[in-house]
């Protein structure tokens, strides 16, 4: 009983993610997205889009780390992917990461902190199909919203490819995909 | 690269999800919480509560369940749990969770509807304990949200113990838990 008490506080808690604000909005909306639902969104295109990974991927584990893998921006907020990461920065989310896993019960939380560490570390298979379909819905934003936040955020086409080829290590097949979208809409004046 | 298209098609559409609005607030927000970011929140409740289902379940199948159990309201709206579920209310939204998955190639869709009906059914071990987690963050949402919704609808203690004992059938332990905080409320005049 006592165990539950402290799960359920950490779901009251992790709420707030759903007020961590991001840098695109969704197609069709006014508003920006918040960090709660891009998360939901990440794990239905990843498991919709696993056959096109490069690897032998484990979909499971891509999914549970695509849930919790900006849970550490509750403490840290939400950066946009093309700033630097800075070792502080990083420091700061995983902070607030273990913060929360922390408030569950037997050590639960130690699993995630390691899936989290694992996804950043972006080596594995599975990190790496998951860190390319992270990158996927802010690029569809754009594509689909006149480039709005590359245009605010002042993002080139040199550092759109240069930041998102990276998705090719996940998946050619995707990346090869949104090539040819991003090319084209650089030609249509979406990037700055 | 045609599939890719298709499967990036059905990934932009599902982001209306994320303008469905639900009726509850999250804690500490002022505003209603949507579907979408729902989704996520369940999905991660499930993962870190399935050691109190009530039978053996494959958390796998869980959070795939709950990752697409509301896509149907894209076409057919939220619902309050408190609503009678009609035949045609159900209807409209399998109808809208087909027009969906039939955006996906290859039939990859087939097996996510045969999910969703496994899931509306509530008859299998997965299912029950899915349905569970579902009623949860309503909960939370009214019992650290001064029962903001059970009044704004007129629920009155009975309905919310009629409706939510199901909860039992998933988790027991969970239902426990949650029925001593629900007659404190109760008691405490958050219900109509």
């Known amino acids: ?18 007020n961590v604000q991001r840098k695109t909005r969704p197609v069709g909306l ?17 498991l919709m889009l696993k056959d096109s990974a490069n690897e032998v991927i484990d979909i499971n584990r891509v999914i549970r780390m695509l849930l919790i893998h900006d849970l550490g921006e509750i403490d840290a907020g939400d950066t946009i992917i093309y700033q630097s990461e800075t070792p502080e ?4 989310e995983y902070a607030g990461l273990k913060r929360l896993f922390d408030m569950l019960p037997n050590n639960q939380g130690t699993e995630f902190l390691e899936l989290w560490l694992e996804f950043e570390a972006g080596m594995t298979p599975d990190a790496k199909y998951a860190k390319a379909i992270d990158r996927l819905p802010p690029l569809l934003h754009n594509l689909h919203g006149a480039g709005h936040s590359w245009k605010q955020h002042q993002i080139s086409k040199e550092m759109v490819f240069k930041v998102n080829s990276r998705i ?3 998946s050619e097949p995707l990346w090869h995909n949104l090539e040819d979208k991003l090319n084209q809409a650089a030609s249509d004046g979406l990037m700055a």
């Open 89 to 92: 920065l990083k420091a700061k």
């Open 1 to 18: 009983m006592q165990d539950i008490d402290k799960v359920l506080d950490f779901i009251i808690e992790i709420e707030k993610l759903k």
């Open 30 to 46: 006014d508003r920006f997205e918040n960090s709660a639902e891009h998360s939901w969104h990440v794990c239905l295109a990843a």
């Open 168 to 170: 090719a290590q996940g």
